[in-house]
């Protein structure tokens, strides 16, 4: 049963998202919680090693979560169900392209879904990035400012700008995953000392 449901969330997941990988973060974000696999802290670890293995995102996102909940069945199903639907809507494409590609309509519903993606995108920045910034900072009774004085907070931040400013220098991407996950490994070590 639970490899079903697997599929069928994950083939959900894959077919109502346009855009790729990080467009698919609030319905694997809605998902994978609604349904218990796995809290949000959880899910954002996932996302990171998920960024940071070989392979596209989703397709990675959904065999560790597959994994995670049901083994080494649960990471086959749940993969096999995100990428069928691309596989299926891909076929029909290449079929019907050359047919629709100067179709006024095509050209509107493709000019109509990328402002949804890039909304869809933000969201998944906002929600990864209040959970990587402020783990614990937001209460149902008000506002913490416990993560101030948080180092888990101060190296998110820096590894944030540090990042963001060699993203911008146009430093390869690969650089930039190793440098964070150094940064990472050298404040876990320190992390688990301090406590």
Same mark, same amino acid.
């Given at each position: 049963?639970?490899?079903?449901? /697997? ?18 973060? %609030?319905?694997?974000?809605? #998902? +994978? ?10 899910? &954002? ?5 998920? #960024? ?12 560790? +979560?597959?994994? #995670? ?10 993969? /096999?169900? +995100?990428?069928? %639907? ?5 076929? *029909?494409?290449?079929?019907? =392209? #050359? ?12 000019? !109509? /879904?990328? %402002? ?8 998944? *920045? ?6 990587? =910034? ?13 993560? &101030? ?5 101060? *190296?998110?931040? &820096?590894?944030? +700008? ?23 490994? &050298?404040? !876990? ?7």
């Amino acid at each position: 049963m639970i490899l079903l449901k /697997l599929f069928f969330t994950f083939f959900k997941i894959g077919l109502f998202t346009f855009g790729g990988g990080y467009a698919m973060l %609030p319905l694997i974000e809605e #998902e +994978v919680v609604r349904n218990g696999w796995m809290d949000t802290s959880d899910l &954002v670890n996932f996302i990171a090693v998920s #960024e940071s293995t070989p392979g596209p995102f989703a397709v990675n996102v959904s065999t560790y +979560v597959g994994c #995670e909940v049901a083994g080494v069945l649960g990471s086959l199903c749940a993969t /096999l169900g +995100v990428i069928m %639907p691309s596989f299926i809507v891909i076929l *029909v494409v290449a079929k019907c =392209f #050359e047919k629709f590609k100067s179709s006024k309509t095509v050209k509107g519903c493709m000019s !109509g /879904l990328k %402002p949804a993606v890039i909304g869809l995108i933000a969201n998944a *920045v906002i929600s990864i990035g209040r959970t990587a =910034f402020f783990p614990e900072s937001v209460y149902p009774n008000g506002i913490s400012i416990a993560f &101030v004085t948080d180092l888990a907070f101060y *190296v998110s931040l &820096v590894t944030f +700008v540090l990042t963001a400013v060699l993203a911008l220098k146009k430093v390869h991407p690969i650089l930039i995953i190793c440098l964070s996950a150094v940064i990472g490994i &050298v404040c !876990g070590y320190a992390l688990n000392l301090q406590m």
